[in-house]
């Protein structure tokens, strides 16, 4: 079986594990969908919210509004402060609804736990937790940008701030790449649900190209996603011709460091006259 067909028959396995698969969702009478607006609405939700985070279409999040309205959960209106602003609220029998959706959800999972051991459950939960990560890493969508680009430039500046208060001496934001001096190059930018939490960009330098401010945002941190981002750097370089590939970085930043020798990059003497570059790395790439 191909790795398409395990992820594809876990889907199945679990979904149906789950009991999502029916109109009776955790016994409430409801479909899944319902049951989850119901719970993500909770003291109050503005319906643009709601469709970014569930990822729902305003034609379907309108439909399950309308059935939860009519059974009495559920209000639809205006912001009080904004009435351009429409705003989902729970009535007295939503949040009694919701109260025992809770209920049922956590003796769901108690459930699911009671037969295993301790050391199973510890199993299980760390597993959840690397599927979360590795889900969440495949979601994140990186794409070249222009070296102007206002989410690219945002990134840039939360990446000179940060390094302003992690650098003993500082950091100058005039240092930063500047607009139109990317040549050749690529300006690579990561957006998680639509949101920018990432980027990194190379430059090429006469026999070599290099890599520049590559950061992620703290929020998204922890998942790989500086890796990933890395190894995309790494491999849109080399589709241009590139075959080496340098960068510096700064003593204080050790979960850099870590990560750049962990892809294969060796240390070597200084390479440019950056006061921030105080360690300098190099990679030989290919496609």
């Excluded at 698969?21 to 719970?39: K, N």
């Excluded at 940008?145 to 701030?161: E, F, I, M, N, Q």
């Excluded at 750097?233 to 020798?261: C, F, K, N």
């Amino acid at each position: 079986m191909d790795q398409i067909e395990v992820v594809r028959d876990f889907n199945r396995f679990y979904t149906q594990r789950l009991g999502v698969l029916h109109d009776h969702y955790l016994g409430q009478g409801r479909p899944l969908g319902e049951a989850r607006l119901l719970f993500e609405i909770g003291a109050g939700a503005d319906l643009r919210d709601l469709r970014g985070r569930l990822g729902l279409d305003s034609g379907y999040l309108s439909r399950l509004l309308r059935s939860l309205g009519d059974q009495g959960l559920v209000s639809v209106g205006p912001h009080p402060a904004d009435r351009r602003v429409r705003v989902a609220t729970l009535t007295e029998a939503g949040r009694r609804e919701r109260a025992d959706l809770e209920s049922r959800s956590r003796d769901s999972v108690a459930a699911l736990l009671e037969p295993l051991t301790e050391e199973q459950r510890a199993r299980l939960i760390e597993a959840q937790e690397r599927i979360r990560r590795l889900v969440r890493l495949a979601g994140v969508a990186i794409e070249a940008v222009a070296d102007d680009d206002p989410d690219g430039r945002g990134c840039l500046t939360a990446y000179a701030s940060e390094l302003a208060l992690r650098f003993p001496e500082g950091y100058d934001p005039a240092t930063l790449t500047p607009p139109g001096t990317l040549g050749d190059g690529t300006f690579l930018l990561a957006r998680e649900e639509g949101a920018p939490v990432g980027c990194g960009l190379w430059i090429p330098s006469g026999s070599f190209a290099e890599i520049r401010h590559l950061w992620v945002s703290p929020a998204a941190r922890g998942y790989g996603l500086g890796a990933r981002l890395l190894r995309s750097l790494e491999q849109d370089a080399a589709a241009h011709g590139v075959t080496r590939l340098r960068l510096g970085t700064h003593p204080a930043l050790t979960e850099a460091i870590a990560l750049y020798r962990a892809a294969g990059y060796r240390e070597i003497p200084s390479y440019d006259t950056s006061p921030y570059n105080q360690l300098s790395f190099e990679k030989e790439v290919v496609l």
